[in-house]
């Protein structure tokens, strides 16, 4: 990014952390999106970089996007940015003083931070800085406890811990705007929540999830492998009524064996409610019930403004579902046994990805969103492997990395059409369609005996595991 001369438009900074890195893209985007504005990144935009610069928004935008992002950790007014200090500061004096006047009048107060990406700065040359920086006009009075405004000096000294350069490789300077929501990240921390389980999803992911799903105030949101709520959890803070299925009478019921060290048994109140309750989102829950999502209950409407994800992919649980494929007797009509435990069998992978696309063509409002995890064995991925349904449009697909071989890829899909609307068959020329008819043989040779590759011996999983 070349510096600029005077701009007349204002540029935002954003600050990115560097985990996850493959979700800060969606996510912003995402988020821009609930503001019904695009994408518009500066010239030389590296998405790699923990610093954006991002063209055509104004204020209200970036404190609305801050308000609800894991991924960005502080946003400013962008007054000026170049490779050195020298053209940092011929850029910021081309920065139109109308501007930046309001922030430095006699009667306001100020303080000025360093901020290093990549290189840690003695006291005495972050005081250096601050001290070149003394042709900037202002005529406040500097406080380092409670300032009215507060500026911010970045220094980018580059991505390679093992190479930092002596000179930073870029620096801007801006008025700080807000901070995103990393916060959430510790305060809803798994470690400290009233209910949990072996697979209960992590707080920053739940929150990225639900950013990409869009969630807004008032929608209403279904995970159908809800587990111990997790994502119902991230939802419910961002506004949206919440409610989910599991094929588990216990995590529903909040009964049997404990997930938590020192502890046999769930305690009476270690249930999803209580979940959001802690974090005063109660009001939001709707309900959560037992159900197997092979066998979907929901009446035939679109329902749902998202559905947000993490079905089981046998690693760390089983993935079964009702049913067998043996002939069973049934009990007579009008006879109910009370301890009737229903047959399981094994739930394919493959299945369990073609019913979770059916079902949110089905069930999604138009514009809604779905996004959930899919499990890769990272030496036969590629982009085939991603179901694709001629009703949802692929908006995006994030590498988590678990292991050298192992990955959970989040994919983030929109529904394009209601499935009546699919003209004759004429999609299914393209057989990466085929969730929507069925097995594509190729993902499903993918996804049989995944868990044995990915280093689990149980074949539950597998077709013929039941
Ligand atoms: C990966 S866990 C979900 C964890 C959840 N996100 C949380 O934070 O606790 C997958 C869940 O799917 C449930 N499950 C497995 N097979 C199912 C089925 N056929 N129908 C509905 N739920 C199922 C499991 O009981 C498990 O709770």
Redesign the pocket.
């Known amino acids: 990014m070349a510096a600029s001369s005077s701009r007349s438009c204002l540029q935002y900074l954003l600050h990115l952390a560097q985990d996850n890195l493959d979700f800060r893209l969606p996510e912003i985007k995402a988020l821009l999106a609930l503001r019904a504005k695009p994408f518009r990144p500066c010239e030389n935009f590296k998405e790699k970089s923990p610093f954006w610069c991002l063209d055509g928004l104004c204020e209200d935008d970036v404190r609305s996007i801050m308000a609800r992002s894991v991924c960005a950790k502080s946003a400013f007014e962008l007054w000026g940015h170049g490779r050195t200090h020298s053209e940092l500061r011929t850029s910021i004096l081309n920065y139109p003083l109308k501007n930046m006047s309001p922030f430095m009048h006699k009667d306001s107060t100020y303080r000025i931070n360093v901020y290093t990406f990549n290189k840690t700065l003695l006291f005495a040359e972050r005081i250096e800085r601050i001290d070149a920086m003394e042709y900037l006009p202002f005529e406040g009075t500097v406080s380092l406890k409670s300032p009215q405004h507060i500026f911010c000096l970045l220094e980018d000294y580059g991505t390679d811990p093992n190479n930092i350069p002596e000179h930073p490789s870029y620096i801007y300077f801006g008025r700080w705007i807000a901070d995103g929501q990393r916060e959430l990240i510790r305060s809803h921390s798994?470690k400290n929540r009233h209910f949990?389980?072996?697979?209960?999803?992590d707080a920053g992911l739940?929150f990225i999830m639900a950013n990409h799903a869009r969630v807004k105030e008032n929608d209403l949101i279904f995970?159908?492998?809800?587990?111990?709520?997790?994502?119902l959890?991230a939802c419910s803070h961002f506004g949206a009524y919440v409610c989910g299925?599991?094929?588990?009478y216990n995590?529903i019921h909040g009964k049997g064996r404990s997930s938590r060290k020192n502890q046999k048994w769930r305690g009476p109140d270690e249930n999803i409610r209580a979940n959001l309750r802690q974090y005063g989102t109660e009001r939001m829950y709707l309900d959560v019930m037992v159900?197997?999502?092979?066998?979907p209950v929901w009446r035939n409407a679109a329902l749902f403004d998202a559905i947000i994800?993490?079905?089981?992919?046998g690693i760390?649980?089983?993935?079964?579902?009702?049913g067998s494929h043996k002939d069973i007797t049934k009990p007579p009509d009008g006879i109910y046994v009370e301890s009737h435990v229903p047959v399981?069998q094994a739930?394919h992978l493959s299945d369990?990805f073609t019913d979770l696309l059916n079902f949110s063509a089905h069930h999604l409002v138009i514009g809604g969103r779905l996004v959930y995890?899919l499990p890769v064995y990272r030496p036969e991925y590629c982009e085939e492997m991603v179901p694709l349904h001629p009703c949802l449009r692929l908006i995006s697909n994030c590498e988590q990395t678990l292991s050298s071989h192992t990955s959970r890829r989040l994919i983030t899909m929109e529904k394009i059409k209601e499935p009546e609307e699919l003209d004759s068959l004429a999609h299914l020329s393209d057989p990466r369609f085929s969730p929507y008819q069925g097995h594509n043989a190729f993902r499903e040779k993918y996804f049989s005996g995944f868990n044995k590759r990915c280093g689990k011996e149980d074949s539950k999983s597998d077709v013929s595991g039941e």
């Open positions: 798994v949990i389980g072996n697979t209960s999803m739940s995970d159908p492998f809800v587990g111990t709520g997790s994502l959890v299925t599991d094929i588990d995590t159900s197997d999502a092979a066998k994800t993490d079905p089981p992919y760390r649980e089983s993935t079964r579902k009702t399981s739930y369990i995890w």
